[in-house]
């Protein structure tokens, strides 16, 4: 509570704003109709709030603008590399940095050399693109977070923790073809959930009895740090950089996107202690991405990274972006939508299952409840079920685990205005969900179906 008042403020004032531009609803019905039901099809002009991601649409700041005019375009060497390797290492100090243009490019270069037929790979829960990447080279990807993880109504915590038990059992069974464990901090696919530090150290001895390595896909490390600073018991008067350190010095390495919690419009890399693995890691980066002091950036987006990295571990910007999120998350919970609790770091998930009981995972009731936002208030969030995970790669179908909808929040975006609005819209969707009709899908990719498919809604 600083200055000994209760209310959180933006720890920033507005420089540079963009226009938001109004539809009516008769206008949206016909968008999303063309866009064959598929938010990540509309043409963002149309979309009134965004809430698809919060993967590069942040907002940078001053010194981050001013970082990117220090860029420098130098083929090999450049400082901005150096500028970047230091910012990243002074959180997460691992021997190699490899620089890559978003996370999924570090995860198909890791992958490509770990990963192959025959293999499995563990994670709390495997983020799509994460799952995606493993399965493309022939390996399997499993889930292994703790049951609580799964149930959107359970409190606990850290629900973002690895089931240690099960992870050992998979472990005791196979160690032989687990090339590498991964927890995802915080847990995006399972609500925006944090990993305790108790729960990595539990991980880490597994991997060190059945010597494996352990990777972070640490995309959101900064919430998750402050969630632990928060919540773990001990920690609370430890400075946020010290706990993403102690996080760091539990892992073999890291894959990591630029676009989360460094605040930075795109950039990514991967990280690790291994030498002779970090050379294969880098031939393949050489082939596809760009030199080891590049890797698919421009000069100046390294430098907005490693500015970025300065500001995501500030305390009052931390407390003031989970205290948003909350703070949407608190107003829905009041309003008797069922949200995915306690509320995430970046998101809040809405349990498009239990809203829409009448509608069966197979009919998609996320999709459902997704397109009804939009409809009714020009809000675009994204569903996190069976669209995105229902399918296998032998292209057979079974519910997801969870049907949610997240509404993702982009940092430093959208003011308090913004959230009461999008909770007016949510709140009068929900009082009308008995009525959300389910969809099929009448147009598909093998893979990563959720972001090109076409659907229909179903009759009645
Ligand atoms: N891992 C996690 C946990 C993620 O959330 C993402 C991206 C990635 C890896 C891949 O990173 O986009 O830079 O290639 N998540 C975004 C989202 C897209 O909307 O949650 P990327």
Not at 215 to 239: V, Y
Not at 250 to 277: Q, V
Not at 362 to 373: H, N
Request: aromatic letters at 8%; a negative charge.
């Amino acid at each position: 509570m600083p200055y000994g008042f209760r209310t959180i403020i933006e720890p920033f004032r507005i420089h540079s704003v963009e226009p938001l531009r109004f539809l009516t609803e008769d206008e949206r019905r016909a968008k999303i109709r063309e866009a064959g039901y598929n938010l990540f099809r509309l043409h963002a002009d149309d979309v009134l709030i965004d809430l698809l991601t919060d993967s590069g649409t942040g907002a940078m700041s001053r010194d981050q603008w001013a970082a990117i005019q220090h860029g420098d375009e130098s083929y090999a060497g450049s400082p901005s590399w150096y500028t970047f390797l230091e910012a990243v290492q002074e959180l997460f100090p691992f021997p190699h940095v490899i620089p890559t243009h978003q996370g999924r490019a570090a995860e198909r270069i890791l992958f490509g050399v770990l990963g192959g037929p025959g293999k499995v790979v563990p994670n709390n829960t495997h983020f799509d693109t994460t799952r995606a990447n493993v399965e493309f080279t022939g390996a399997e990807a499993v889930d292994l977070v703790i049951p609580e993880g799964l149930e959107p109504q359970a409190i606990h915590p850290f629900k973002g923790n690895m089931d240690l038990a099960r992870l050992e059992r998979l472990l005791a069974d196979r160690a032989g073809e687990v090339p590498v464990v991964f927890v995802t901090i915080t847990n995006n696919s399972g609500g925006g959930q944090p990993v305790s530090l108790e729960n990595l150290r539990g991980v880490r001895d597994l991997c060190d009895r059945f010597g494996v390595p352990l990777f972070l896909d640490a995309c959101r490390f900064a919430e998750n740090a402050w969630f632990i600073k928060l919540r773990e018991p001990g920690q609370a008067d430890r400075a946020i950089p010290d706990i993403v350190r102690e996080i760091a010095g539990l892992a073999d390495g890291m894959t990591m996107s630029a676009k989360k919690d460094p605040l930075a419009n795109i950039g990514g890399w991967l990280a690790m202690r291994d030498d002779a693995l970090a050379e294969r890691c880098r031939n393949l980066l050489i082939l596809t991405e760009g030199y080891v002091t590049y890797g698919g950036l421009a000069g100046r987006d390294l430098e907005a990274i490693a500015q970025g990295l300065r500001e995501c571990v500030d305390e009052h910007y931390l407390r003031y972006r989970v205290r948003s999120t909350e703070y949407l998350a608190d107003a829905l919970d009041r309003a008797g939508v069922p949200i995915v609790k306690p509320a995430g770091g970046h998101a809040v998930y809405l349990d498009a299952r239990a809203l829409l009981p009448h509608v069966p995972p197979l009919s998609y009731p996320g999709q459902s409840l997704a397109v009804a936002l939009y409809e009714a208030g020009g809000i675009r969030g994204v569903e996190i079920g069976t669209v995105m995970f229902g399918r296998h790669p032998d292209g057979t179908e079974e519910p997801a685990a969870m049907d949610l909808v997240r509404l993702a929040i982009p940092r430093r975006t959208y003011t308090q205005s913004h959230v009461d609005y999008v909770i007016e819209v949510v709140t009068a969707v929900a009082e009308r969900a008995s009525e959300l009709r389910g969809y099929r899908i009448v147009e598909q990719p093998l893979q990563l179906r959720h972001f090109t498919a076409r659907f229909e809604p179903m009759e009645g």
